[in-house]
Protein backbone atom coordinates (compact mmCIF):
# COMPACT_ATOMS: atom_id res chain seq x y z
CA UNK A 1 0.00 0.00 0.00
CA UNK A 2 2.75 2.50 0.59
CA UNK A 3 4.55 1.43 -2.50
CA UNK A 4 1.30 2.19 -4.32
CA UNK A 5 0.82 5.72 -2.67
CA UNK A 6 4.01 6.40 -3.35
CA UNK A 7 4.70 5.27 -6.84
CA UNK A 8 1.20 6.43 -8.28
CA UNK A 9 -0.50 8.73 -6.08
CA UNK A 10 -3.79 9.44 -4.63
CA UNK A 11 -6.12 7.28 -6.80
CA UNK A 12 -4.71 3.67 -7.73
CA UNK A 13 -5.91 0.56 -9.69
CA UNK A 14 -4.21 -2.74 -9.02
CA UNK A 15 -4.86 -5.62 -10.70
CA UNK A 16 -5.52 -9.01 -8.32
CA UNK A 17 -5.77 -11.89 -10.07
CA UNK A 18 -9.36 -11.79 -10.65
CA UNK A 19 -10.14 -8.45 -9.23
CA UNK A 20 -9.28 -5.02 -9.55
CA UNK A 21 -8.67 -3.28 -6.36
CA UNK A 22 -9.51 0.70 -6.04
CA UNK A 23 -6.80 2.29 -3.97
CA UNK A 24 -7.83 6.12 -2.54
CA UNK A 25 -5.39 8.05 -0.35
CA UNK A 26 -6.71 11.45 -0.19
CA UNK A 27 -9.20 12.99 2.28
CA UNK A 28 -11.59 14.28 -0.20
CA UNK A 29 -11.95 10.91 -0.97
CA UNK A 30 -12.36 8.90 2.24
CA UNK A 31 -15.32 11.49 2.90
CA UNK A 32 -16.88 10.81 -0.23
CA UNK A 33 -16.74 6.91 0.21
CA UNK A 34 -17.16 6.54 4.06
CA UNK A 35 -19.70 9.19 4.59
CA UNK A 36 -21.10 11.56 1.65
CA UNK A 37 -21.68 8.32 -0.39
CA UNK A 38 -21.83 5.35 2.31
CA UNK A 39 -25.15 4.27 1.04
CA UNK A 40 -23.32 2.67 -1.90
CA UNK A 41 -20.67 0.73 -0.15
CA UNK A 42 -21.24 -2.34 1.87
CA UNK A 43 -18.06 -3.99 3.60
CA UNK A 44 -15.42 -5.52 1.39
CA UNK A 45 -12.65 -7.48 1.14
CA UNK A 46 -11.14 -9.09 4.07
CA UNK A 47 -14.15 -8.63 6.32
CA UNK A 48 -16.17 -10.77 3.58
CA UNK A 49 -13.59 -13.85 4.78
CA UNK A 50 -14.01 -13.16 8.59
CA UNK A 51 -17.65 -13.60 8.69
CA UNK A 52 -16.67 -17.34 8.97
CA UNK A 53 -15.61 -16.77 12.25
CA UNK A 54 -17.61 -13.55 12.87
CA UNK A 55 -21.06 -14.62 11.03
CA UNK A 56 -23.53 -11.27 10.87
CA UNK A 57 -22.31 -9.45 13.62
CA UNK A 58 -21.84 -5.45 14.14
CA UNK A 59 -18.71 -5.58 12.07
CA UNK A 60 -19.89 -7.39 9.01
CA UNK A 61 -23.35 -7.07 8.55
CA UNK A 62 -25.55 -4.45 6.63
CA UNK A 63 -28.54 -2.64 5.74
CA UNK A 64 -31.28 -3.03 8.19
CA UNK A 65 -29.45 -5.38 10.43
CA UNK A 66 -26.60 -3.41 10.91
CA UNK A 67 -28.92 -0.33 11.95
CA UNK A 68 -30.88 -2.71 14.18
CA UNK A 69 -27.72 -4.11 15.86
CA UNK A 70 -25.80 -0.68 16.39
CA UNK A 71 -29.13 0.60 17.68
CA UNK A 72 -29.57 -2.00 20.03
CA UNK A 73 -25.65 -1.60 21.48
CA UNK A 74 -25.38 2.30 21.31
CA UNK A 75 -26.59 3.33 24.74
CA UNK A 76 -23.95 1.06 26.11
CA UNK A 77 -21.62 3.54 25.16
CA UNK A 78 -23.15 6.52 25.77
CA UNK A 79 -21.44 9.52 27.35
CA UNK A 80 -22.72 9.02 30.77
CA UNK A 81 -22.25 5.26 30.95
CA UNK A 82 -18.59 5.09 29.91
CA UNK A 83 -18.01 8.02 32.38
CA UNK A 84 -19.50 5.43 35.44
CA UNK A 85 -16.77 2.97 34.11
CA UNK A 86 -14.00 4.57 34.30
CA UNK A 87 -13.34 3.67 37.99
CA UNK A 88 -13.45 0.05 35.82
CA UNK A 89 -10.87 1.09 33.76
CA UNK A 90 -8.43 2.55 36.21
CA UNK A 91 -8.40 -0.61 38.71
CA UNK A 92 -7.90 -2.90 35.64
CA UNK A 93 -4.87 -0.67 34.44
CA UNK A 94 -3.28 -0.55 37.79
CA UNK A 95 -3.75 -4.62 38.04
CA UNK A 96 -1.62 -4.84 34.67
CA UNK A 97 1.14 -2.06 36.17
CA UNK A 98 1.17 -4.11 39.29
CA UNK A 99 1.53 -7.71 37.47
CA UNK A 100 4.32 -5.50 35.00
CA UNK A 101 6.00 -4.54 38.38
CA UNK A 102 5.71 -8.18 40.06
CA UNK A 103 8.45 -8.61 36.65
CA UNK A 104 10.84 -5.95 37.24
CA UNK A 105 14.63 -7.61 37.55
CA UNK A 106 13.37 -10.87 36.17
CA UNK A 107 13.78 -10.85 32.67
CA UNK A 108 11.43 -10.21 29.00
CA UNK A 109 8.27 -10.18 29.02
CA UNK A 110 5.98 -10.31 26.40
CA UNK A 111 3.80 -6.85 26.56
CA UNK A 112 0.98 -7.14 24.14
CA UNK A 113 0.02 -10.74 26.14
CA UNK A 114 0.11 -8.45 29.06
CA UNK A 115 -2.26 -5.73 27.48
CA UNK A 116 -4.31 -7.84 25.59
CA UNK A 117 -5.17 -9.32 29.61
CA UNK A 118 -5.83 -5.55 30.38
CA UNK A 119 -8.24 -4.85 27.55
CA UNK A 120 -10.45 -8.63 27.91
CA UNK A 121 -10.71 -7.37 31.46
CA UNK A 122 -12.24 -4.05 30.89
CA UNK A 123 -14.12 -5.36 28.02
CA UNK A 124 -15.42 -7.95 30.53
CA UNK A 125 -16.30 -5.78 33.30
CA UNK A 126 -17.24 -2.44 31.53
CA UNK A 127 -19.68 -3.93 28.38
CA UNK A 128 -20.48 -7.83 29.43
CA UNK A 129 -20.82 -7.48 33.25
CA UNK A 130 -18.30 -10.19 33.13
CA UNK A 131 -15.25 -11.64 34.50
CA UNK A 132 -13.39 -13.11 31.38
CA UNK A 133 -10.19 -14.19 33.41
CA UNK A 134 -11.65 -17.57 32.98
CA UNK A 135 -10.90 -17.38 29.31
CA UNK A 136 -7.27 -16.96 29.02
CA UNK A 137 -7.13 -18.72 26.14
CA UNK A 138 -9.70 -15.98 24.27
CA UNK A 139 -6.70 -14.19 23.03
CA UNK A 140 -5.06 -16.83 20.87
CA UNK A 141 -8.13 -17.93 19.17
CA UNK A 142 -9.03 -14.64 17.80
CA UNK A 143 -5.17 -14.84 16.39
CA UNK A 144 -6.13 -18.52 14.67
CA UNK A 145 -9.49 -17.28 13.28
CA UNK A 146 -7.32 -14.07 12.10
CA UNK A 147 -4.68 -15.58 10.17
CA UNK A 148 -7.17 -17.90 8.22
CA UNK A 149 -9.17 -14.76 7.50
CA UNK A 150 -6.06 -12.86 6.15
CA UNK A 151 -4.70 -16.52 4.18
CA UNK A 152 -8.61 -16.61 2.55
CA UNK A 153 -8.22 -13.01 1.34
CA UNK A 154 -4.95 -12.72 0.29
CA UNK A 155 -5.45 -15.76 -1.94
CA UNK A 156 -9.16 -14.85 -2.65
CA UNK A 157 -10.55 -18.09 -1.28
CA UNK A 158 -8.93 -19.74 -3.99
CA UNK A 159 -8.46 -22.95 -2.06
CA UNK A 160 -11.88 -24.80 -0.49
CA UNK A 161 -12.77 -24.23 2.89
CA UNK A 162 -13.36 -28.01 3.15
CA UNK A 163 -9.36 -28.82 2.35
CA UNK A 164 -8.27 -30.17 5.65
CA UNK A 165 -5.43 -27.91 5.67
CA UNK A 166 -3.51 -27.35 9.13
CA UNK A 167 -4.74 -23.88 9.23
CA UNK A 168 -7.83 -24.69 7.87
CA UNK A 169 -8.13 -26.99 11.05
CA UNK A 170 -6.53 -24.75 13.62
CA UNK A 171 -9.46 -22.14 12.57
CA UNK A 172 -11.93 -24.70 13.32
CA UNK A 173 -10.76 -25.55 16.61
CA UNK A 174 -10.61 -22.04 17.30
CA UNK A 175 -14.14 -20.99 16.26
CA UNK A 176 -15.51 -24.27 17.84
CA UNK A 177 -13.87 -22.58 20.94
CA UNK A 178 -15.15 -19.19 20.95
CA UNK A 179 -18.67 -20.14 20.13
CA UNK A 180 -18.41 -22.14 23.23
CA UNK A 181 -17.27 -18.70 25.40
CA UNK A 182 -20.29 -17.18 24.19
CA UNK A 183 -22.44 -19.33 24.91
CA UNK A 184 -21.33 -19.70 28.61
CA UNK A 185 -21.24 -16.06 28.94
CA UNK A 186 -24.73 -16.01 27.81
CA UNK A 187 -26.03 -18.50 29.82
CA UNK A 188 -24.12 -17.09 32.91
CA UNK A 189 -25.53 -13.78 32.25
CA UNK A 190 -28.96 -15.02 31.95
CA UNK A 191 -28.86 -17.06 35.06
CA UNK A 192 -28.03 -14.16 37.31
CA UNK A 193 -31.48 -12.66 36.46
CA UNK A 194 -31.81 -8.72 36.21
CA UNK A 195 -31.49 -8.78 32.25
CA UNK A 196 -34.20 -6.22 31.62
CA UNK A 197 -32.91 -3.84 33.89
CA UNK A 198 -29.04 -4.28 32.87
CA UNK A 199 -27.70 -1.69 30.78
CA UNK A 200 -24.45 -3.30 29.87
CA UNK A 201 -23.97 -4.64 26.48
CA UNK A 202 -24.76 -8.56 26.84
CA UNK A 203 -28.01 -7.66 28.64
CA UNK A 204 -28.92 -5.21 25.67
CA UNK A 205 -28.00 -8.30 23.29
CA UNK A 206 -29.83 -10.61 25.09
CA UNK A 207 -33.25 -8.93 25.54
CA UNK A 208 -33.27 -7.98 21.50
CA UNK A 209 -32.81 -11.78 20.47
CA UNK A 210 -35.72 -12.58 22.19
CA UNK A 211 -37.73 -11.09 19.28
CA UNK A 212 -36.65 -13.62 16.92
CA UNK A 213 -39.03 -16.58 16.91
CA UNK A 214 -36.89 -19.37 16.01
CA UNK A 215 -34.32 -20.88 18.97
CA UNK A 216 -31.44 -21.63 16.53
CA UNK A 217 -31.90 -17.69 14.95
CA UNK A 218 -31.74 -16.45 18.63
CA UNK A 219 -28.42 -18.66 19.08
CA UNK A 220 -26.73 -17.67 16.19
CA UNK A 221 -27.04 -13.83 16.67
CA UNK A 222 -26.56 -13.55 20.09
CA UNK A 223 -23.21 -15.48 19.04
CA UNK A 224 -22.04 -13.38 16.16
CA UNK A 225 -22.62 -10.29 18.29
CA UNK A 226 -20.77 -11.59 21.49
CA UNK A 227 -18.16 -12.74 19.55
CA UNK A 228 -17.11 -9.61 17.23
CA UNK A 229 -18.07 -7.64 20.47
CA UNK A 230 -15.22 -9.83 21.83
CA UNK A 231 -12.71 -8.65 19.24
CA UNK A 232 -13.51 -5.37 18.33
CA UNK A 233 -14.09 -5.01 22.11
CA UNK A 234 -10.33 -5.53 22.99
CA UNK A 235 -8.14 -6.35 20.27
CA UNK A 236 -7.99 -2.51 18.79
CA UNK A 237 -6.79 -0.97 22.55
CA UNK A 238 -4.44 -3.81 22.95
CA UNK A 239 -3.34 -2.97 18.88
CA UNK A 240 -3.15 1.20 20.11
CA UNK A 241 -1.50 0.61 23.76
CA UNK A 242 1.26 -1.74 22.01
CA UNK A 243 2.48 0.41 19.48
CA UNK A 244 2.16 3.37 22.12
CA UNK A 245 4.18 1.72 24.75
CA UNK A 246 6.91 0.61 21.22
CA UNK A 247 7.58 4.32 20.30
CA UNK A 248 7.82 6.17 24.09
CA UNK A 249 10.85 3.77 24.26
CA UNK A 250 11.92 4.74 21.50
CA UNK A 251 11.23 8.85 22.46
CA UNK A 252 13.05 8.78 25.99
CA UNK A 253 11.63 13.05 26.14
CA UNK A 254 8.13 11.92 25.45
CA UNK A 255 8.60 9.44 28.31
CA UNK A 256 9.64 11.66 30.85
CA UNK A 257 7.43 14.96 29.58
CA UNK A 258 4.29 11.46 30.25
CA UNK A 259 5.64 10.78 33.33
CA UNK A 260 5.93 14.63 34.67
CA UNK A 261 1.86 15.20 33.49
CA UNK A 262 1.19 11.78 34.89
CA UNK A 263 2.68 13.13 38.39
CA UNK A 264 1.11 16.30 38.34
CA UNK A 265 -2.32 15.37 37.56
CA UNK A 266 -2.50 12.08 39.30
CA UNK A 267 0.23 12.53 41.76
CA UNK A 268 2.25 9.33 43.28
CA UNK A 269 -0.70 7.19 44.10
CA UNK A 270 -3.91 8.20 42.89
CA UNK A 271 -5.75 6.10 40.06
CA UNK A 272 -7.06 8.38 37.31
CA UNK A 273 -10.77 9.59 37.64
CA UNK A 274 -13.01 10.44 34.92
CA UNK A 275 -12.54 13.86 35.03
CA UNK A 276 -8.61 13.61 34.57
CA UNK A 277 -8.91 13.00 31.07
CA UNK A 278 -9.02 16.61 30.07
CA UNK A 279 -6.10 17.11 32.29
CA UNK A 280 -4.25 14.00 30.93
CA UNK A 281 -3.57 16.47 27.89
CA UNK A 282 0.16 15.17 26.42
CA UNK A 283 -0.54 11.78 27.26
CA UNK A 284 -3.78 11.89 24.71
CA UNK A 285 -1.83 13.73 21.90
CA UNK A 286 0.22 10.59 22.28
CA UNK A 287 -2.03 8.01 21.93
CA UNK A 288 -3.36 9.85 19.21
CA UNK A 289 0.20 10.19 17.21
CA UNK A 290 0.77 6.58 17.95
CA UNK A 291 -2.83 5.90 16.18
CA UNK A 292 -1.82 7.89 13.62
CA UNK A 293 1.22 6.07 12.91
CA UNK A 294 0.33 2.83 13.37
CA UNK A 295 -3.89 2.67 13.11
CA UNK A 296 -5.60 0.04 14.92
CA UNK A 297 -8.01 -0.59 11.66
CA UNK A 298 -5.57 0.11 9.29
CA UNK A 299 -7.50 -0.44 5.92
CA UNK A 300 -11.07 0.27 5.27
CA UNK A 301 -12.36 -2.25 2.96
CA UNK A 302 -15.69 -1.40 0.84
CA UNK A 303 -17.14 -2.87 -2.13
CA UNK A 304 -19.26 -0.73 -4.70
CA UNK A 305 -22.59 -1.69 -5.05
CA UNK A 306 -23.57 0.56 -8.03
CA UNK A 307 -21.46 3.00 -10.38
CA UNK A 308 -20.01 5.76 -8.33
CA UNK A 309 -17.72 8.56 -9.31
CA UNK A 310 -14.97 9.34 -6.51
CA UNK A 311 -13.60 12.94 -7.06
CA UNK A 312 -13.44 12.28 -10.77
CA UNK A 313 -12.53 9.14 -10.57
CA UNK A 314 -14.36 6.22 -12.34
CA UNK A 315 -15.92 2.83 -9.97
CA UNK A 316 -17.84 0.09 -11.55
CA UNK A 317 -20.19 -1.92 -9.77
CA UNK A 318 -18.84 -4.32 -7.81
CA UNK A 319 -15.42 -2.83 -7.33
CA UNK A 320 -13.07 -3.88 -4.20
CA UNK A 321 -12.58 0.14 -2.73
CA UNK A 322 -10.21 0.18 -0.46
CA UNK A 323 -9.06 3.12 2.02
CA UNK A 324 -6.16 2.88 3.89
CA UNK A 325 -5.91 4.78 7.21
CA UNK A 326 -2.14 3.25 7.33
CA UNK A 327 -0.66 5.37 4.33
CA UNK A 328 -3.67 8.52 4.55
CA UNK A 329 -1.87 9.01 8.17
CA UNK A 330 1.72 9.17 6.29
CA UNK A 331 0.62 11.72 2.98
CA UNK A 332 3.14 13.93 2.79
CA UNK A 333 0.36 16.63 1.33
CA UNK A 334 -1.02 16.89 5.25
CA UNK A 335 1.79 15.80 7.22
CA UNK A 336 4.84 17.49 8.10
CA UNK A 337 7.56 14.77 8.82
CA UNK A 338 5.01 12.30 8.61
CA UNK A 339 7.04 9.35 9.95
CA UNK A 340 8.38 11.04 12.74
CA UNK A 341 6.60 10.68 16.33
CA UNK A 342 5.20 14.14 17.43
CA UNK A 343 2.53 13.84 19.72
CA UNK A 344 2.19 17.81 19.61
CA UNK A 345 0.99 17.78 15.90
CA UNK A 346 -2.52 17.18 17.16
CA UNK A 347 -2.52 20.15 19.84
CA UNK A 348 -5.20 22.26 18.81
CA UNK A 349 -2.75 25.10 17.36
CA UNK A 350 -1.51 22.58 15.37
CA UNK A 351 -4.52 20.62 14.23
CA UNK A 352 -6.44 23.16 12.73
CA UNK A 353 -6.71 23.57 9.30
CA UNK A 354 -6.36 20.06 8.69
CA UNK A 355 -8.79 18.16 6.90
CA UNK A 356 -10.80 16.17 9.28
CA UNK A 357 -10.59 12.73 6.96
CA UNK A 358 -7.36 12.89 7.02
CA UNK A 359 -6.80 10.95 10.07
CA UNK A 360 -8.98 7.96 10.75
CA UNK A 361 -7.89 5.77 14.11
CA UNK A 362 -11.65 5.15 14.21
CA UNK A 363 -13.12 4.88 10.83
CA UNK A 364 -15.63 7.57 10.16
CA UNK A 365 -19.02 8.01 8.55
CA UNK A 366 -21.79 6.23 9.54
CA UNK A 367 -19.49 2.87 10.39
CA UNK A 368 -17.70 5.12 12.81
CA UNK A 369 -16.24 2.79 15.82
CA UNK A 370 -18.89 2.44 18.39
CA UNK A 371 -16.55 2.31 21.17
CA UNK A 372 -14.20 4.90 20.54
CA UNK A 373 -14.71 7.00 23.58
CA UNK A 374 -14.13 3.65 25.90
CA UNK A 375 -10.94 2.68 24.26
CA UNK A 376 -9.23 6.21 24.47
CA UNK A 377 -10.11 6.66 28.44
CA UNK A 378 -8.60 3.13 28.36
CA UNK A 379 -5.39 4.04 26.53
CA UNK A 380 -5.31 7.14 28.42
CA UNK A 381 -5.31 5.72 31.86
CA UNK A 382 -2.91 2.98 30.76
CA UNK A 383 -0.31 5.34 29.81
CA UNK A 384 -0.28 7.56 32.36
CA UNK A 385 0.10 4.65 35.18
CA UNK A 386 2.55 2.81 33.52
CA UNK A 387 4.64 6.07 32.99
CA UNK A 388 4.38 7.36 36.17
CA UNK A 389 5.53 3.85 37.73
CA UNK A 390 7.46 1.81 35.21
CA UNK A 391 9.64 2.06 32.10
CA UNK A 392 9.31 -0.60 30.04
CA UNK A 393 12.13 -1.46 27.23
CA UNK A 394 12.18 -3.15 24.51
CA UNK A 395 14.42 -6.10 24.86
CA UNK A 396 17.36 -5.51 22.27
CA UNK A 397 18.11 -6.52 18.99
CA UNK A 398 14.28 -7.25 18.69
CA UNK A 399 12.94 -6.32 15.51
CA UNK A 400 9.15 -4.95 15.94
CA UNK A 401 7.22 -5.20 12.75
CA UNK A 402 3.57 -4.38 11.83
CA UNK A 403 1.12 -7.68 11.26
CA UNK A 404 -1.68 -6.52 8.96
CA UNK A 405 -4.83 -8.48 10.19
CA UNK A 406 -8.07 -6.88 11.25
CA UNK A 407 -5.89 -4.85 13.46
CA UNK A 408 -2.60 -3.75 12.72
CA UNK A 409 -0.53 -6.03 15.66
CA UNK A 410 2.85 -6.15 16.38
CA UNK A 411 4.21 -9.39 14.64
CA UNK A 412 5.52 -12.13 17.36
CA UNK A 413 4.54 -10.08 19.98
CA UNK A 414 6.27 -6.78 21.93
CA UNK A 415 9.39 -8.31 24.43
CA UNK A 416 10.41 -6.01 27.07
CA UNK A 417 12.31 -5.85 30.33
CA UNK A 418 10.52 -3.65 33.24
CA UNK A 419 12.12 -1.32 35.39
CA UNK A 420 10.70 0.86 38.37
CA UNK A 421 11.17 4.24 37.55
CA UNK A 422 12.91 5.91 41.11
Known amino acids: MMRAAAGYGDAVRIPLGPKTLYVFNHPDHAKHVLTDNAANYRKGI ?7 ALGDGLLTSEGELWRRQRKVVQPAFHHGRIARQAPVVAEEAAGLVARLRAHAGRGPVDLTRELTGLTLGVLGRSLLDSDLGAFSDLGHAFEVVQDQAMFE ?22 RARLQQVVGQLARDRTARGGIVEGDDALSRLVVSVREEARPRTRERRLRDELITLLLAGHETTAS ?62 RQALADDEVCGHRVPAGADVLICPYTLHRHPGFWEAPEQFLP ?16 LPFGAGPRVCVGSSLGMMEAVFTVALLCRELRLEKLPGYQVRPEPKLSLGLRGGLPVTVHRVP
Open 46 to 52: GLTQAKR
Open 153 to 174: MVTMSAVPTWVPLPGQLRFRRA
Open 240 to 301: TLGWTCYLIDRHPEVRERLRGEALDVLGEHRLPEYGDLVRLRFTALAVEEAMRLYPPVWILP
Open 344 to 359: ERFAPEHRAGRPRYAH
